[in-house]
């Protein structure tokens, strides 16, 4: 689908997920991630990047796995913490994930992707249109519920915050993998909420597609 669609579906309205292709699984348990490997620190800072000309070649399971945890697994299991700060451990982000064969939520604990629904929802995840073949975006959903202990007015600063450590995560990994990766802000934010059934209290913010480069 062109921008320009789109942008005149969105205005009317009418922006909304596809058919998914083939059939998804309630739950996705992810392979272990794996924590070693990869470029040197500073050579993936140096080969850091945003890209929009994607392939539609599938990401590989461990892939997915390895680049979930590194946007925001757990990375100390004794007390939970992440490998992204949130202000007060609040955790108040919560990662969706676009495939072509269903629309998920990552689960950090468990290291697993739960089923939102049946659709590909990766059209309506931004008005580009490489955003409807490339094999992954993300979302991320701020959920107020989890930052009781912020005050009002400071709970968009850190949630943004958070998502910001979370993005630039997705991106060095993409630079040590082999990936592409572009962060969004030209989103339908309406459009995006009804399709993940979101509540009055999350909001989203950004969404990020990875992929392989054409």
């Known amino acids: 689908m062109t921008t320009m669609t789109k942008v005149a579906l969105s205005f009317i309205g009418e922006l909304k997920p596809d058919r998914a292709k083939g059939r998804a699984s309630e739950t ?4 272990a991630p794996r924590k070693s ?4 620190l500073m050579e993936a800072f140096a080969r850091r990047s945003s890209a929009r000309e994607f ?9 997915l796995s390895d680049l979930l945890w590194s946007a925001f697994g757990i990375n100390r299991p004794d007390n939970g913490h992440r490998t992204a700060p949130s202000a007060m451990n609040a955790q108040e982000i919560d990662v969706y994930v676009a495939l072509a064969g269903g629309l998920y939520v990552y689960r950090a604990k468990p290291h697993s992707l739960s089923l939102v629904t049946r659709v ?3 059209r309506v995840t931004g008005y580009q249109d490489f955003v409807d073949e490339a094999p992954l975006d993300l979302v991320y959903v701020a959920d107020q519920a989890h930052m009781k202990m912020v005050s009002q007015a400071e709970r968009d600063i850190y949630s943004s915050a958070c ?3 979370i993005a630039e995560n997705v991106y060095l990994y993409c630079a ?15 459009a995006i909420a009804k399709a993940l059934g979101l509540t009055e209290h999350e909001h989203v913010l950004l969404a990020q597609t990875v992929g392989y480069a054409q």
Do not use: Y
């Not at 490997?37 to 040197?40: H, V, Y």
């Not at 392939?55 to 892939?63: A, C, F, K, M, T």
């Not at 993998?177 to 969004?184: D, Q, S, Y």
């Open 176 to 190: 040590s993998a082999g990936l592409i990766t572009v962060l969004r802000g030209w989103l339908d934010r309406k």
């Open 163 to 165: 998502v910001g450590a």
């Open 120 to 122: 590909d929802a990766r």
């Open 37 to 40: 490997g990869g470029l040197p």
């Open 28 to 31: 996705m348990t992810l392979p």
């Open 55 to 63: 392939s539609s070649r599938p990401l590989p399971e461990q892939v």
